[in-house]
Each structure stands twice: as C-alpha cells, then as structure tokens.
C-alpha cells in the first residue's frame, strides 16, 4: 500500500510540473482531489481495510491528500501569477503616444458675428424680440407706410404664399410688433432670417438682418448716430469711421444709409469697396410719424429711432468675404477658417 501511495504522490507531482494553465490545473486537480478523484477513492475504500489498521491508513492517506492538495495551491499561485503577467503584457499601452485628436466643431461665421453684435447692443441696454418669418403685407409694409403699389415694394420684393401672405423682406415688422405691445420707452433689437428675391455674390435669397428700435421723448438723429458710432467702434474698431448718407425708406424720415471705411483699403478705395474707399451696412432712420401713430404711439409724446443692418454684409467686411454665397455652400474648409479653439 505504501508503494501505490508514493506512485501516486510522485504520479501527482509529475502531471503538476506539466501544467501551464488554470483550466489544466482544475482538470488535474478533480483528477486527484475531486469528488471522483484518486485520494477521494482511497479515503471511500478505507471501509473495506480490515478494523485494526483502518486508523494508521486514514492518517497515511489524510496526510497524502494535505501533501497533494499543498502542491496544488503551489502550483495555483505560480500560474496566476504567470497569467497575470500575460495578461499585463498583452494589454500593455504605451501612455507616451499622442491622443487621437477629436474634431470639433464650431460656430457658423453668421453666428458668431450675429452674436457679437447682439452683444454689443445688449450692453447698450437693448432686449431681443423675435418676430415671425412668415408674416402678413400689413406687417411687412402697410404698417410700415409702404401701401399697395406704392414703387418702395421693389426695393424689397420677396416670396408670395398668396396676395397677403409672403416670407418677410426684413425684419422691420419687428418695429410694429413691438410698438403695438408695448409701452415706451422702448430699445429692442430683433434678429431673424428675411427673403428677397435676389440672387448675386453680394445679395442672396436668403440672408439675417437685425432690425433695431428706440421709441422714447425726445430721441433724435443725433441719438442715432452716437448709438451707431459706438457700435461701428465696438464692432471694427478705433480707425473705423462712418458716414451718414441721406436715403429714403418709407418707414423712416429723415432716413439714411450708413457706410463704414472700407476694412481692406482703410478708405482708399479698392476692389472691395469698389475704389469708393466706403462699404455699406445698414439703413437707419428717425421712425415716421405715421409708422408711430399706426402702431398706437402718441407721435407728439415720443419719437423713434430705427436701424436694420444685414449680418451677411458685415460678416463679409469683417472677414474679407467676396462672395456671399460662401456662407451657405456648406463647405467645412471655410467654416474650419473660423474654428477659433
Ligand atoms: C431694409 O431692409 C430696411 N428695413 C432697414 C431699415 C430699418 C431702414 C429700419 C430704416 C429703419 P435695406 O433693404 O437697405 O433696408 O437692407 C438693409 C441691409 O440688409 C443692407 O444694408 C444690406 O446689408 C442687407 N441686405 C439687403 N438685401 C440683401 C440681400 N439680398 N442679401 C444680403 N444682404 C442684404
């Protein structure tokens, strides 16, 4: 017996050395230790050993099975061990490599100046209204004093849904709208897609005005210009000068356009600004009494100031943009140009 005993430690021990993983360690270990395993054999044939040596065999084979079950969690250790090293090994980074850079994306050019000029007359103390994009010829011109027919129409013509119904032309029903909900004073500023029916590399179909409003006792022309200086000055910058121009809209008298020294030639004139050394951006005025009176402002109380100017066009100035339609062709490496991370 003690023969089959040390075959089986020195049987065990060999298989053992030949084992390199954890599934083959648990495979031996059933094989010896197991509920059906060579030791658990012997311990369930001690029943059959004769009374008088039943005690010294139950401590042999105790003492074989202690001895095995050691090799074992020897052996378990070891290999643990091992895979762990594996497994760092095959999952090793290297943390000195560069990151993958993420792109990330950015404002649209139209955005970014819309914000800043919102910014600018926000600090002026103006609030933001806006009004709908597709509106009725009562807002869009009637209460404007621009009447059917009246030749001011083709300055802005635009898109029909039907003879009453048409995506505005500019955000100057803005102006009504406000007037007719609220009291003076007043200082709105009210942004938004408008249409006309346009199409050339400084006009487009499609394009965003912000339309500016200031009804109060005794505001004036003057008032006007310094609110539109300061702006040119928070939006360009020292140098830039502007020029008030007399022009005509409906909707305001006196009116004007107001030009700004040309961004690329400083005022000496170029194909940017067509050798004039001025480049236009927004048409303004002192709000028509009569546009006053139809929105239910006492016109001999209080007087208004109005200005619409098109973010395209200053975006344009700002940026050195030739061609409107740049803006809306959707290519990413021109609106990657104004990606500032
Ligand atoms: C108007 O739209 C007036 N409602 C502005 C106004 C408001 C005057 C309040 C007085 C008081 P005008 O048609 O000039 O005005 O347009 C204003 C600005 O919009 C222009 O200076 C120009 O910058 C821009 N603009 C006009 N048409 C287009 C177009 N098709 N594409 C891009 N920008 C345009």
């Known amino acids: 017996m003690q023969e089959k005993f040390e075959e089986l430690r020195q049987r065990a021990k060999q298989e053992l050395c030949d084992v390199t993983s954890s599934r083959a360690l648990f495979e031996l270990k059933s094989k010896y230790l197991g509920k059906n395993g060579e030791v658990t054999a012997l311990l369930r044939g001690l029943k059959d050993v004769p009374a008088e040596e039943r005690s010294s065999f139950g401590k042999m084979i105790n003492d074989l099975k202690v001895e095995i079950s050691?090799?074992?969690?020897?052996?378990?250790?070891?290999?643990?061990?091992?895979?762990?090293?594996?497994?760092?090994?095959?999952?090793?980074?290297?943390?000195?490599?560069?990151?993958?850079?993420?792109?990330?994306?950015?404002?649209?050019?139209?955005?970014?100046?819309?914000?800043?000029?919102?910014?600018?007359?926000?600090?002026?103390?103006?609030?933001?209204?806006?009004?709908?994009?597709?509106?009725?010829?009562?807002?869009?011109?009637?209460?404007?004093?621009?009447?059917?027919?009246?030749?001011?129409?083709?300055?802005?013509?635009?898109?029909?849904?039907?003879?009453?119904?048409?995506?505005?032309?500019?955000?100057?029903?803005?102006?009504?709208?406000?007037?007719?909900?609220?009291?003076?004073?007043?200082?709105?500023?009210?942004?938004?897609?408008?249409?006309?029916?346009?199409?050339?590399?400084?006009?487009?179909?499609?394009?965003?005005?912000?339309?500016?409003?200031?009804?109060?006792?005794?505001?004036?022309?003057?008032?006007?210009?310094?609110?539109?200086?300061?702006?040119v000055r928070i939006m360009f910058d020292d140098e830039t000068k502007t020029r008030f121009r007399p022009s005509y809209f409906p909707f305001t008298e006196p009116s004007v356009e107001v030009d700004v020294t040309c961004c690329k030639c400083h005022g000496k004139g170029c194909s940017l600004c067509k050798g004039t050394g001025w480049i236009e951006i927004l048409g303004a005025g002192v709000v028509n009494k009569k546009v006053l009176e139809m929105s239910g402002i006492d016109s001999d109380v209080y007087s208004g100031l109005a200005f619409g100017l098109g973010i395209e066009r200053i975006t344009m100035i700002k940026y050195g943009i030739s061609d409107i339609r740049t803006f809306f062709e959707s290519n990413v490496k021109f609106l990657k140009q104004f990606n500032r991370r």
């Open 70 to 231: 050691a090799y074992f969690d020897e052996k378990e250790i070891l290999i643990k061990e091992k895979e762990i090293a594996e497994k760092f090994e095959k999952e090793k980074i290297d943390i000195t490599l560069p990151g993958k850079e993420q792109p990330s994306g950015s404002l649209h050019p139209l955005n970014i100046v819309k914000n800043q000029i919102l910014e600018a007359f926000c600090g002026m103390g103006f609030e933001i209204f806006e009004g709908p994009e597709i509106d009725n010829d009562y807002y869009c011109f009637q209460a404007l004093n621009i009447p059917k027919d009246h030749p001011a129409r083709d300055m802005q013509d635009t898109f029909y849904f039907t003879d009453n119904i048409l995506l505005r032309p500019h955000t100057s029903p803005g102006q009504v709208r406000t007037m007719e909900n609220k009291k003076p004073p007043i200082k709105i500023l009210s942004p938004g897609r408008v249409y006309r029916a346009d199409d050339d590399a400084s006009h487009s179909p499609m394009f965003h005005q912000i339309e500016g409003l200031v009804v109060d006792k005794g505001v004036s022309l003057c008032d006007l210009k310094g609110l539109l200086d300061e702006f």
